[in-house]
């Protein structure tokens, strides 16, 4: 800093202007990041808390309430039940389990199909009609405008005559529909922005068409198909209305069993909270140690 501002009054007055924007900045990224952290912080907390203390709203741990395992006794994942026998803990394995292998094999099949797609999009022009290139991923996108009510009743039916109902393969093909245009269009935007000479010099040097795209192409649009895997990953793992509707028993996921924790006689807020906060890790989990690929993913089509 002494090496810019030099003690003139006109070099003073930038100084305190150029603090005074820092201040400011940073100021404004912590208020929106307590804004943003405090669901998760509340959920959590709310998962040990009693009923009087969510009834009152007391928010910090040891300072307004003392935690107790509560919410977590209901899930029979307390220490005091964890070595137990416990029918409820085998109900939540299960939807947890239901949630990450739907979840997971949406997303990949997604990225996969989407992947190609976007990739004919980028190098190929194509004519539907008036339809071009620009129209046809415009198409795509367009579809998730739609809302999931419109369709109910048509995949309730569908789903029926092709004993689909109460399956995870129902959910995973109608999850990976759900999610195959965001995918497009990500992917779409990444291959764009990479030179078409690197696959022609490819070519040049005696790779097919598919040597090309998968030496060459994949792993320089790698980190966009993580990104585009995270996004897909959270919007399936957090779906709720078809999860509700075409499944009962055997298929349902988390967060139809989050939503069960609401009965005529009020709301379990601990257990939800519990029930939320299990739900939440995994995502955390997956985003910290693929944080360096969402980054690059989404400032991947920034600067071309």
């Keep these: 800093m002494s090496a810019v501002f030099k003690n003139h009054p006109s070099d ?45 709203g007391n928010l910090i741990p040891w300072w307004d309430f003392t935690p107790r395992w509560k919410g977590w006794e209901s899930l029979g994942l307390s220490p005091r039940l964890i070595g137990e026998v416990s029918t409820v803990r085998e109900e939540f394995l299960k939807r947890f389990w239901n949630s990450t292998v739907v979840a997971l094999s949406a997303s990949a099949l997604a990225v996969v199909l989407g992947s190609l797609a976007a990739y004919g ?3 190929f022009s194509f004519k539907f009609g008036f339809m071009r290139n620009s129209d046809i991923s415009f198409f795509f996108l367009s579809q998730m405008i739609l809302p999931p009510v419109v369709l109910a009743l048509p995949f309730l039916v569908l789903y029926r005559s092709l004993d689909l109902l109460d399956s995870r393969v129902g959910l995973i093909l109608l999850y990976t529909l759900m999610v195959l245009p965001i995918v497009i269009w990500i992917m779409r935007d ?9 696959e022609e010099a490819a070519l040049v040097d005696g790779l097919g068409i598919w040597g090309a795209f998968i030496q060459i192409v994949l792993p320089i649009a790698l980190p966009g198909m993580v990104a585009a895997f995270i996004l897909s990953l959270v919007l399936c ?16 996921t988390l967060p139809v069993m989050v939503a069960s924790q609401t009965g005529s006689q009020g709301i379990n807020w601990w257990s939800m909270a519990a029930l939320s906060s299990a739900a ?5 989990v997956v985003a910290i140690f693929l944080e360096k690929y969402i980054i690059k993913g989404m400032a991947a089509g920034a600067v071309k």
């Design 12 to 56: 003073r007055r930038m100084k305190t202007r150029w603090w005074a924007s820092r201040v400011a900045i940073y100021a404004a990224l912590m208020t929106w990041a307590v804004i943003c952290l405090f669901p998760i912080f509340w959920t959590i907390t709310t998962s040990f808390k009693l009923a009087p203390d969510v009834m009152k």
């Design 121 to 123: 999009l980028s190098r």
């Design 190 to 198: 990444q291959f764009e922005g990479i030179p078409v000479e690197l």
């Design 237 to 252: 793992w957090n779906e709720y209305f078809f999860a509700a509707l075409l499944t009962s028993t055997d298929a349902k």
């Design 280 to 284: 939440i890790l995994p995502l955390v």
